[in-house]
């Protein structure tokens, strides 16, 4: 059964459409994240579920109860907001019981559950202070707080870790992870960070444009985008996508490149039968590349092309490439990257069964 | 050689050494000062021939000389003003408004503060119905002066039984400072960030307990700037006191008027300046007390903190 689900919900603000006749459904214990870039409808959506909007149409479901209609803090939900939110003339402890204001529990009861999550979360030395005098990292231990001790079943997180710095992110989405895999509550979390979305999740939604692009696991989301939206969001560096031609014929399927390359297509699944001489768009993903002779059995397609530049970003490097005078993205091995001069012609492979094909008109998958 | 050497001395000998030119008070920050020096003057002789009167008998004043100094400094004045200055028939002097004055503020700054708080909470920060419009007309009703409505007032709180009684005074305050009160109000709530209230929305979902546990202990700065500025005007009204004091709760002001204008006998300028300083003061002290915070107060929402 699932724990929360939307059901044609519509959300208009004025004539502006910003939710369409959406549908979805999150089971319990998932961890779903709202994944698209700024504008795509995912924070409002996440609104709608804590009741902080009104739905224009449609309605929302957490459990068996419609919750369409019903006040924020009656719909067993508890939030964490992107700024922390937290009330800056309480202390943490004040902060984490008006947490409890509206269950009405008992005196022990309260003490009980702030003693638990402070002692979870550690942050048991920062009860007496206040949230002007807490880090960065602190302030959104306390918000997480907060919302655990209100002992709900479906957590919400609208962007908290944007306002960290790059380590504290990091750290940050470990204990997310971890809080996640040890209380199992479901939670819904909105984030324009796909590594966020892609180390977190049990379940992505990936949005744009008020629409839900793909819902899945991040695997199938990374390696069988739905569209070409998806496929061109998700990745980093992006996926190279350029537009080929179709060729059918002798039992061989291939794709062309204006320049004259074929491509190898006869072990990929086509969901209708390809049409020789249609065009389409042919995505590649930079991690599938081989650089450098000698690999050639096992690749779709071989480009002879010349190195426009080469970064390192730590632990990887990214080269990248001229093809049809447009910029092709690799990822290589360090010391590869640090072979290549700019000019030089290189020999690149792509791995067999590792392409992806979308049409050309729709942008689906085909 | 040797030229170039003892440039090159000069030049790390001179290097640390950046000579500024001398500040000269340009005609134009003359200009300003002398302007300003005039403009302080203006206050402050008015203020000195006061305060120096109100300490003088009335035989030095009758002598004439305006700015000389008390020969013999005396607080008869300040006593006769306080104590036993005739107003119309009452001869109870100044302490009797000052009473007055003293029970219409209290209820006049609850009454206006509170009324005007928590209108401009819920415009600010929670859906109101109309809330563009009702601004509006709040907006609006800042401009109309009391003059014009003061007739339909008096029989409104007439209707109402508090015409003439301290509470019609109060009631009166409360309701003219409320347009410009709960705009300041709106415009500082409406700082608060939205993801504060809707996480108190979240956590309790409840009108009065926000407001008490949220936001009024936040409102500390705007507080301050408002109850300096309901202070004032309520302790410096002569209008809405005059017409809805009746004749037993008259404010200082009307007290402090009524005594000047005495028609019959001298005019004992040393009685009429001691109780105009009387009547000022306690504002001036409210200033010194709490003029620091309110500083703070007015440039507390300049900046996002």
């Known amino acids: 059964m699932p724990q929360v689900s939307f059901e044609h919900i519509t959300k208009t603000y004025g004539q502006v459409p910003v939710l369409k006749d959406l549908n979805l459904a999150i089971n319990d214990g998932d961890f779903l994240v709202l994944l698209g870039p700024s504008g795509c409808g995912k924070t409002t959506l996440l609104n709608l579920l804590a009741g902080l909007l009104d739905v224009t149409d449609g309605r929302i479901m957490i459990g068996d109860r419609d919750v369409t209609d019903v006040d924020p803090k009656d719909r067993g939900l508890a939030m964490v907001f992107q700024s922390y939110a937290l009330y800056p003339t309480k202390t943490v402890y004040g902060n984490l019981k008006f947490g409890l204001s509206a269950s009405k529990l008992p005196k022990d009861e309260v003490e009980r559950r702030i003693a638990w999550a402070a002692k979870l979360l550690q942050i048991e030395p920062l009860l007496d202070r206040k949230p002007a005098h807490l880090s960065g990292g602190q302030r959104q231990r306390v918000a997480i707080g907060r919302a655990l001790v209100k002992n709900v079943g479906v957590f919400l997180f609208d962007e908290p870790l944007s306002n960290l710095d790059a380590k504290l992110r990091t750290e940050m989405r470990l204990e997310i992870k971890k809080l996640h895999d040890t209380l199992h509550h479901t939670i819904v979390y909105v984030t324009h960070d796909q590594i966020e979305a892609m180390t977190m999740a049990t379940k992505i939604a990936v949005m744009n444009g008020g629409v839900i692009q793909q819902f899945g696991t991040p695997d199938e989301i990374y390696e069988q985008p739905a569209n070409l939206f998806v496929a061109g969001f998700i990745g980093s560096p992006a996926m190279n996508l350029r537009r080929v031609t179709l060729s059918v014929a002798n039992g061989k399927t291939e794709a062309v490149f204006a320049s004259g390359v074929r491509f190898e297509l006869s072990d990929y699944r086509f969901m209708t039968p390809p049409q020789d001489g249609t065009t389409v768009t042919l995505g590649l993903r930079p991690e599938h590349f081989l650089v450098g002779a000698g690999t050639a059995a096992d690749s779709a397609a071989t480009f002879e092309v010349p190195v426009q530049y080469a970064e390192r970003t730590g632990p990887d490097a990214s080269a990248y490439f001229v093809l049809e005078n447009d910029l092709l993205a690799l990822r290589v091995e360090p010391a590869v990257a640090a072979g290549l001069k700019p000019g030089q012609l290189v020999p690149v492979h792509y791995l067999k069964g590792k392409a992806h094909l979308f049409d050309a008109q729709t942008g689906q998958r085909m | 050689m040797a030229q170039k050497a003892l440039g090159a001395e000069v030049a790390v000998r001179s290097a640390p050494y950046f000579p500024r030119q001398k500040k000269r008070i340009s005609s134009r920050s003359i200009g300003i000062i002398v302007f300003l020096s005039i403009c302080a003057l203006f206050f402050c002789i008015p203020l000195y021939v006061v305060v120096i009167t109100s300490f003088k008998t009335m035989e030095q004043i009758r002598q004439g000389a305006m700015f000389s100094l008390p020969s013999v400094w005396t607080l008869e004045a300040w006593d006769h003003a306080w104590n036993s200055a005739c107003s119309g028939i009452n001869c109870n002097g100044l302490k009797v408004g000052f009473w007055n004055s003293v029970q219409i503020l209290f209820p006049s700054l609850i009454l206006s503060i509170a009324i005007s708080m ?188």
């Open chain 2, 118 to 305: 928590i209108t401009g909470y819920a415009l600010a920060l929670w859906n109101v119905r109309w809330a563009g419009g009702f601004l509006f007309l709040l907006f609006i009703c800042a401009f109309v002066p009391f003059q014009i409505i003061m007739f339909p007032l008096i029989s409104m709180t007439a209707a109402i039984k508090v015409y003439g009684n301290i509470w019609g005074v109060a009631i009166v305050h409360a309701v003219l400072a409320m347009p410009v009160l709960t705009l300041i109000f709106r415009n500082y709530y409406k700082d608060i960030p939205q993801e504060i209230m809707n996480a108190a929305v979240m956590d309790s979902g409840s009108f009065w307990k926000i407001f008490t546990e949220i936001i009024l202990p936040m409102s500390g700065n705007i507080l301050i700037v408002v109850l300096i500025m309901q202070i004032t005007s309520i302790w410096n009204d002569y209008l809405i006191g005059v017409t809805f004091g009746g004749m037993g709760s008259q404010p200082m002001t009307v007290n402090l008027a009524n005594l000047i204008t005495i028609s019959t006998g001298t005019t004992r300028y040393n009685d009429n300046m001691a109780a105009a300083l009387q009547t000022a003061i306690p504002p001036l002290v409210i200033y010194f007390f709490v003029g620091k915070l309110f500083v703070q107060g007015i440039t507390a929402g300049a900046i996002k903190g």
